[in-house]
């Protein structure tokens, strides 16, 4: 935290090494932020290029009392909503799939379950396209960044209120996409998870 | 059994005692919705983070460089037509200077003087050939027509504005794709 902060203030001044040291400590979160909220490799990858430009070029207006991912989430959720907006619509792919990267989990489920895993990975990806911008947005943010409701609301400029709708909202749309298409579970919470019953 | 209270607990994430829980449990057993609801968050809380392809960082670096050649030609660019413009003007000078060359101070105030009025001149006497011309068409053509006129020229800005939008985004896509 401290180098961050570190790297921050020598990026602020000039510094690219530190503004790199940045970018490779980001990248992750940023890119599968862009990647569930556009579906494609290609337009995650130029999404997340975009973000940290727009960071790089905007580094003097960030406020060091924020957090920087929070800071850094929000500049790619909104470029990633403008650009479905101006889209309309998005084309998702099941190969896309195929042609990520991703993060290799210690906890790992069963390799035999690799391939249902992979499909539900897949149908997933597809369901959330039929959410609105923002929605998807604050699902991405709430299960795969770790973002509380209060860091939503900060990171899309909505009130808490207006998070906590949107997240039920969109759950139950999923649930109700997921039981139409009737799909088997074959999930494994990980173990920092506390179950919700 | 009420539904509302369980799909409340599943949204909510709330903590619930050992009552609760067999409660949601018993409930789950009958209702699809709930069981759905439970299962796409543990599908959520499942999935892992995708990492960009490896080389992630250098091509930001590239891109970086990339930008700041584009930014640099384009000061280049703008600094030689602001030299040009200071060229040509400080050559007008140097050209009335030339002309009037062994006159007199006062013949040199003179022709400079005259030649600030003539353009002065110009400029107010087309303005006035404008105004005129303006005038009488604005009598000769109809209300409707300039209407008409007005509104294609608004489409016609419109559509421009909007092309090159779409030639600077689609310009962009390309460059980085």
């Known amino acids: 935290m401290d180098d961050e902060k570190t790297w921050i203030n020598q990026a602020q001044n000039g510094s690219d090494e530190a503004f790199t040291r940045l970018v490779e400590t980001y990248q992750t979160p940023v890119y599968n932020l862009c990647y569930r909220m556009l579906g494609e ?32 989430l929000s500049i790619a959720a909104h470029h990633c909503i403008d650009r479905l907006r101006r889209q309309r619509y998005t084309t998702f792919s099941m190969d896309d799939e ?30 959330l396209r039929s959410l609105d911008a923002t929605d998807r947005a604050a699902v991405v943010l709430r299960y795969w960044n770790d973002c509380s409701e209060v860091e939503i609301a900060q990171t899309l400029s909505l009130t808490v209120p207006a998070v906590k709708s949107r997240l039920h909202r969109a759950r139950r749309a999923l649930a109700k996409l997921w039981e139409e298409n009737g799909i088997k579970t074959n999930v494994e919470r990980r173990p920092h998870e506390s179950p919700a019953f | 059994m009420n539904h509302r209270p369980f799909e409340e607990w599943l949204l909510e994430n709330q903590p619930l005692t050992p009552e609760q829980k067999q409660e949601l449990r018993d409930h789950l057993k009958i209702c699809t919705n709930c069981t759905a609801l439970t299962e796409v968050d543990l599908a959520l809380k499942s999935t892992r983070l995708v990492a960009p392809v490896a080389g992630f960082t250098d091509r930001f670096q590239l891109r970086l460089a990339a930008e700041r050649k584009h930014h640099r030609t384009l000061l280049l660019w703008g600094l030689s037509l602001l030299g040009l413009i200071v060229i040509l003007a400080v050559g007008v000078v140097i050209f009335e200077l030339y002309t009037t060359w062994g006159n007199s101070p006062v013949q040199i105030f003179v022709t400079g003087m005259s030649w600030l009025v003539t353009m002065v001149s110009s400029i107010r006497t087309y303005g006035s050939i404008g105004l005129v011309l303006l005038k009488v068409t604005a009598r000769i053509i109809p209300m409707s027509l300039w209407l008409t006129a007005a509104a294609g020229c608004f489409l016609l800005v419109f559509l421009w504005a909007a092309s090159l939008w779409k030639l600077s985004y689609a310009t962009s896509v390309r460059r980085l794709v």
């Open chain 1, 41 to 72: 490799p290609e337009a995650a990858e130029d999404a997340a290029q975009e973000t940290f430009f727009k960071s790089y070029r905007n580094l003097g207006k960030y406020d060091p009392t924020r957090s920087f991912a929070t800071w850094l």
């Open chain 1, 98 to 127: 195929e042609n990520t990267f991703e993060l290799p989990d210690i906890h790992a489920p069963d390799p035999e379950n690799e391939l249902t895993r992979r499909e539900q990975q897949a149908q997933m990806q597809t369901m």
